[in-house]
C-alpha cells in the first residue's frame, strides 16, 4: 500500500499552492522606492569595432539618470570563467576577458554596449535610440571548422586563434584505441550535430540592484540558480565587494533549465550601478533579449566510430567533436564538453577502450555553457545512434546488441576514469520492453501502414553523472569552486523546524520533498519543517541547483546536520528520562528508553533544549540548531532504458510521436510523484530538441531563430503521454540517502529514442537512411525519404 508521509510518499507540492493562487514572489514582483531602470543597448552585428559612442543627445532626454559604457568599467574586473581547462598538450585554455560593457569591440549579436538608466523603462528604451553608435562591422565568424581556419577573423584579437582549447582524453589511450579499429571485424562511423538549443525558461531573467549607503552594503535581487555562487563571483572578481557586504537574494524563479546557472553581465552591471547613482536598479529581460543573452545549450559537430570484434563485442571508442563556446566563455561553458561529455562516453557498456577529442571554439555568436543535462545529452545521442546504426549494418537486433554489451558486474571502472558503484541495465531494459508492450508493436505497425504512415521503434539506454563531486577531484580537473554543500537544521522551541539549504529550488519542489526527509527522521508531521533557501544572508554557503544535485549532495548535508540535532536532543532525553543516553531511542516523535514504557515528546525535549533550568546541563549547552556540510565521495549514476514510437507521414515527412516509455533507476526515490514530473518535462524537453528546436544563424552571425515566430518550442499536441517507470532500483552506495539524480534523465534519454525511432520508420518504408540530423522537421525527413 502505497505511504501517505514520509520518504516514498508523494504528497502535493506545498509550492504550488502559492504559485496557483499568483502568490509567488518572482524577482520583477520586488519593486522597491526609488527604483529606476535601465535599458542595454546591444549590438545589431556580430563583430565589429566600436569607432565612437555619443550620448550627449540621450543624456539630456526626460528620465534619463545616467548612461553608462565601457568606458565606466575600467578597472572593473570582467566576468570570470569558473573553469580552466588544460588541453591535451598541458597547456591552459585561452581565455580571453569578458567585459560587463563591450569595450573596443562587439563580438556577438546582442553584446551589450551601453547601459541607460532613466525613471521608467520607456524612457530608458526611448534614451537608447538617440544614441549615436558608429561601428566598423568586421566578417563575423559562425561555423566551427571554419573558425579554426588560418585566415578566419579571430573573435578576440589578443588570442593566437579561436581555438579555446584542444582536450584529449583518456590522451594515454589514443594509439591503443587505433590500434583496436585497425584489428577490428567491423567499424561503424557516423557524423552528426547536437543542435545549438535556447533554454527559453518561463520567466525571463531579472536582476534588481539595491545600494545601502547607511551600512555600505550592496543586495542583487535575481533569477538564479545559484545565489552564493553569484556573490562569490562578482562580489570577489568583478566589483571587489567583499562577501560580507553583499547579499544576493534568488526567490521563486519560474525555471532554469541550467540558464540561470550562470554570472551575467546585466547582475554585475545593475549592482554597480546602483552603489554609483545610490538608487536601486532594476533590469528585466523581454524575451528577444534572452534569446541572445542568454547562454545557449549544446552545439556540437561530432565524428563518432565504434570498432567491434568479429562476435560483435564492443572493442574501442573513437570521438572528434568541435564545440562551440560562442564568443565568450560562460561560467562552467568549459567543463561540458569535457569533463561532463568525455567521462560518459562508456555509457551502460562495457567498452574496453575509448578516446575522446574536443575541440573548443570562439564564434561570433551568444555564449553556450550547460542546458538541461550538459554533456551528457551530447554523449548519449553520440552513442545510442552509433550503436543503432550499427545494429542495422550488422543486420542484428538492436536490444540485442546493447544487451550483449551491458556491464553486468558492479562497481565498475570505465576506461575514462568514472566508476559506476551501482546499476542494473538488464532490468530496466526488461522493465522498458514490458511497459512498452513491444511484442505488439509489429500489430502497431501494421495498424499504421493501413492507414499510409509508417511506423518506427526506437530504443536507447542512458546512463548520466550526477551531483558533480567531489571538490578535491573537480579542483585537479580544474574547477575553480568547491562542489559540496551545506544545511542548517534549526529546532525551534516547540518542536517545529527550519531547514536552510544550499540547495535553490526553481521547479524542483524542495518544499515538499526535503521536508519529507527531515518529518521520516524524526517521526514527526511534515508540516512542521519549513525550507529557507534562495538568500546568501539565511542559508550557510551553498553551491546552488544543477546537475541533479539536490537531495545527493544537499540532502545528504541536511541528513548529516539532523543526525547532529538528534543526537544532541538524545542527550536531553536522556536528562528527562533519567536513563543513559545509549538507552535512549526516537521514533513517531517521542524519544524513550529502551525495554521500558518510560517516554517524552519530541516536542518536550525541544521545549528543553531552551528552557534548560529543570535540569543539570553541564555538558550540554542550550538551544538546538546544527549546520553540516556534505563533499559526495563519487557522483551518483542515474540509468535508463527509454523507447519511443513514431509514425512518419511519407507524404509530408511529419513526425508524430505515439508513445513513450521510459524505465529508470534513481535509486531510492523521496517523492515518487515529483520524480515523475521531473521525467515527463525532460522528455518533453529532449523531443523538444529532436523534432523541433534549433538556435540558427546566418554566414554574418545574426540570429534567425530569434523569437518563437521562428524558434519551435514543443506545444501539448507534440508529445504523448508518456509512460514512466522508476521501479528498478540500485540505491547509491555512497550517500546516506541512497539517491541518484533524476531531473535531467528524460532530457538526455529522449532525442536519440526519438531519432532512433524515424529511422526505423523509414526502414520500414523501403528507405535506408543512415542518419538524420537533429531537429527532424517535416522538410527534412521529407528530403530524406525523396533523396
Not at 579571430?154 to 585497425?182: I, M, P, Q, R
Not at 516536542?603 to 553541564?618: I, K, M, Q, S
Not at 540517502?737 to 531519432?755: D, T
Amino acid at each position: 500500500m502505497p505511504k501517505d508521509h514520509g520518504i516514498g510518499a508523494s504528497p502535493k507540492r506545498r509550492e504550488d499552492v502559492r504559485f496557483l493562487t499568483g502568490k509567488g514572489q518572482y524577482t520583477d514582483d520586488i519593486n522597491l522606492h526609488g527604483q529606476t531602470y535601465v535599458h542595454f543597448l546591444r549590438s545589431d552585428v556580430a563583430h565589429g569595432i566600436i569607432k565612437s559612442i555619443d550620448t550627449s543627445d540621450a543624456e539630456n532626454m526626460p528620465g534619463v539618470v545616467r548612461i553608462f559604457t565601457g568606458a565606466d568599467f575600467e578597472g572593473v574586473g570582467g566576468l570570470p570563467c569558473g573553469w580552466q581547462i588544460t588541453d591535451r598538450h598541458g597547456q591552459p585554455m585561452q581565455e580571453p576577458g569578458h567585459p560587463v560593457l563591450a569595450r573596443g569591440k562587439v563580438r556577438h549579436v546582442g553584446d551589450p554596449i551601453a547601459a541607460i538608466v532613466a525613471e521608467t523603462k520607456e524612457q530608458a528604451r526611448d534614451a537608447a535610440e538617440a544614441i549615436g553608435l558608429d561601428i566598423e562591422e568586421l566578417p563575423a565568424v559562425v561555423d566551427m571548422v571554419s573558425a579554426l581556419a588560418p585566415d578566419a577573423p579571430k573573435v578576440h584579437d589578443e588570442l593566437t586563434s579561436n581555438l579555446c582549447y584542444d582536450w584529449g582524453f583518456v590522451e594515454e589511450n589514443k594509439a591503443a584505441v587505433d590500434e583496436a579499429f585497425k584489428k577490428a571485424a567491423h567499424v561503424t562511423t557516423l557524423e552528426l550535430i547536437n543542435n545549438r538549443l535556447v533554454a527559453n525558461p518561463m520567466e525571463p531573467r531579472v536582476a534588481v540592484g539595491d545600494y545601502n549607503q547607511a551600512n555600505d552594503e550592496s543586495t542583487l535581487y535575481t533569477t538564479s540558480q545559484n545565489p552564493h555562487v553569484i556573490r562569490l563571483l562578482m562580489g570577489a572578481f568583478v566589483l571587489g565587494i567583499p562577501e560580507h557586504k553583499l547579499r544576493v537574494v534568488a526567490p521563486d524563479v519560474g525555471g532554469g533549465f541550467g540558464t540561470k546557472i550562470f554570472h551575467y553581465a546585466e547582475e554585475a552591471f545593475v549592482t554597480f550601478a546602483s552603489r554609483q547613482i545610490r538608487r536601486p536598479v532594476k533590469w528585466t529581460s523581454t524575451r528577444s533579449e534572452a534569446f541572445m543573452s542568454d547562454a545557449h545549450g549544446r552545439d556540437h559537430k561530432t565524428k563518432i566510430e565504434l570498432a567491434l570484434d568479429a562476435d560483435n563485442n564492443f572493442m574501442a571508442i573513437r570521438t572528434d567533436t568541435y564545440a562551440n563556446m560562442g564568443a565568450y566563455l560562460s561560467t562552467f561553458a568549459p567543463s561540458v564538453p569535457t569533463w561532463l561529455h568525455g567521462t560518459l562516453m562508456a555509457g551502460n557498456y562495457k567498452t574496453p577502450l575509448i578516446y575522446v577529442n574536443v575541440k573548443a571554439v570562439f564564434t561570433n555568436t551568444v555564449p553556450v555553457d550547460a542546458y538541461r543535462g550538459a554533456g551528457r545529452p551530447e554523449a548519449t545521442f553520440q552513442l545510442e545512434r552509433l550503436v543503432d546504426k550499427a545494429a542495422r549494418e550488422l543486420g542484428v537486433d538492436p536490444i540485442a546488441l546493447r544487451r550483449q554489451n551491458f556491464i553486468t558486474q558492479f562497481p565498475y571502472a570505465t576506461p575514462v576514469a568514472v566508476e559506476y558503484d551501482t546499476g542494473d541495465y538488464v532490468a530496466t531494459m526488461d522493465r522498458m520492453e514490458e511497459i512498452m508492450d513491444l511484442s505488439g508493436f509489429e500489430a502497431r505497425r501494421k495498424a499504421s501502414e493501413a492507414k499510409g504512415k509508417w511506423r518506427g521503434l526506437g530504443v536507447n539506454c542512458y546512463i548520466e553523472a550526477c551531483g558533480i563531486a567531489p571538490s578535491n577531484l573537480v579542483g585537479q580537473l580544474g574547477a575553480r569552486a568547491g562542489l559540496y554543500d551545506a544545511a542548517t537544521v534549526r529546532v525551534n522551541a516547540t518542536g517545529s523546524i527550519s531547514v536552510m539549504v544550499g540547495a535553490h529550488s526553481h521547479g524542483q519542489g524542495h518544499e515538499t520533498t526535503f521536508p519529507q526527509v527531515i518529518a521520516e527522521m524524526i517521526g514527526i508531521d511534515e508540516s512542521q519543517v519549513d525550507i529557507v533557501h534562495g538568500d546568501s544572508s539565511k542559508i550557510p554557503f551553498g553551491m546552488g541547483t544543477y546537475g541533479s544535485r539536490s537531495l545527493a549532495v544537499c540532502g545528504s548535508a541536511m541528513v548529516r546536520a539532523a543526525e547532529k540535532v538528534i543526537r544532541k536532543a538524545k542527550k536531553i532525553a536522556a536528562h528527562l528520562l533519567e536513563a543513559s543516553e545509549a538507552d535512549i531511542e526516537l521514533k513517531d516523535g517521542k524519544f524513550s528508553v529502551a525495554g521500558t514504557d518510560k517516554e517524552c515528546a519530541w516536542g518536550d525535549v525541544t521545549l528543553a533544549a531552551y528552557v534548560p533550568h529543570n535540569y543539570p546541563l553541564e555538558d550540554i549547552e542550550p538551544g538546538l540548531e546544527e549546520t553540516a556540510f556534505y563533499d559526495p565521495a563519487n557522483f551518483t549514476y542515474p540509468s535508463g532504458a527509454y523507447a519511443c514510437e513514431v509514425e512518419v507521414d511519407p507524404e509530408t515527412g511529419k513526425v508524430t510521436i505515439e508513445k513513450f516509455a521510459a524505465a529508470d533507476d534513481f535509486g531510492n526515490v523521496v517523492n515518487p510523484m515529483i520524480v515523475e514530473g521531473q521525467v515527463h518535462g525532460g522528455i518533453a524537453q529532449g523531443i523538444g530538441q529532436a523534432l523541433l528546436e534549433a538556435a540558427v544563424y546566418d554566414e554574418n552571425g545574426q540570429l534567425q531563430s530569434a523569437s518563437y515566430m521562428d524558434y519551435a518550442m514543443p506545444r501539448a499536441d507534440d508529445v504523448p503521454f508518456y509512460i514512466v517507470d522508476h521501479s528498478c532500483c540500485t540505491p547509491c552506495t555512497h550517500n546516506p540517502l541512497g539517491v541518484k539524480g533524476c531531473g535531467e534523465a528524460g532530457a538526455i534519454g529522449s532525442p536519440p529514442a526519438v531519432v532512433n525511432a524515424v529511422i526505423d520508420a523509414l526502414a520500414s518504408g523501403g528507405k535506408n537512411v543512415p542518419h538524420i540530423d537533429m531537429p527532424l522537421t517535416p522538410h527534412r525527413v521529407w528530403k530524406a525519404i525523396n533523396q
